[in-house]
Nanobody
């Protein structure tokens, strides 16, 4: 099983970016998928999650700004990030959980600066 992220990039404060994650090598759906991030010098933290029923959860610091979507047929999740702030600068990692395993992507960089 592989999780491959795409998207991200650099943007000025107030801008928007997409990140996407495609799971390959599996024919089953993840019970929960999500996005985590790690900023330089900080611990990894959860950003947003979505379960197989479409229920979502967000960290307080992104509520109202980030939206997570799931495409089960494609084993894919996306996240739209709006009103980005310099504090959102981090490497964003995709996560997928099955009944007995946890998988991680390699990460995609998001940089917010003037």
């Amino acid at each position: 099983v592989q999780l491959v992220e795409s998207g991200g990039g650099s943007v000025q404060p107030g801008g928007s970016l997409w990140v996407s994650c495609v799971a390959s090598g599996t024919t089953f759906s993840f019970t929960t998928m999500g996005w985590y991030r790690r900023a330089p010098g900080k611990e990894r933290e959860v950003v947003a999650t979505i379960d197989r029923d479409g229920r979502t959860g967000y960290a307080d610091f992104v509520k109202g700004r980030f939206t997570i979507f799931r495409e089960d047929a494609k084993n894919t999740i996306h996240m739209l990030m709006k009103n980005l702030e310099p504090e959102d600068t981090a490497n964003y990692y995709c996560n997928g959980i099955t009944s007995n395993s946890i998988y991680w992507g390699q990460g995609t960089q998001v940089t917010v600066y003037w």
